[in-house]
């Protein structure tokens, strides 16, 4: 009987058995909620909240926390329910904060073009991981950074003579941890 559940979710074999939550609390990672000891035959349904405020459309055993969710806690609520039994609801306890994510493909930017005054070079980003977000440029001369030279091309100048060229190209995306690439110099 579910009245009788919250002896079940006390302890099963001693050990505790509560509804909890698997997994970094990160964006971009996922969360698992463990339903604890339930009777056998009883419908199990998810609720997961942010700070104590429910989450739209967050209502399956697992969640991935988004930008909306960065320096919130996380708790999922388990919902037991059976036909002629009472339904019973337990939470876990809250998550640690949620972290900025990070960014798991960013790759070392290249350049391309020829290393000649007059001509273009071109920056290439390549693709990066979770996509979506912002990509921006900056350009340097040797190891000093060119005035207004941000981006993804750059007009080789007088001044970039018996130079080298490389690019820092810097990926953003909200609720993740900026990174910063730079190519290798030009010759």
Known sequence: DLTGVDADLDTVGGARTWPGVTGTARVGSTLKATAGAWPTGTKLTYRWYASGKPISGATKSTFTPTATQLNKTLTVKVTGSRSGYTTVSKTSKATAKVKAGTLTSTPTP?????????????????????????????????????????????????????RTIKVKVTYKKSGYTTVSRTSKATA
């Open 110 to 162: 290249k350049i391309s073009g020829t290393t000649k005054v007059g001509r273009t070079l071109t920056a290439k980003a390549g693709a990066w991981k979770p996509s979506g977000g912002k990509v921006t440029y900056q350009w340097y001369r040797g190891s000093s950074r060119i005035s207004k030279a941000t981006e993804s091309t750059y007009k080789l100048v007088s001044a970039d003579k018996g």
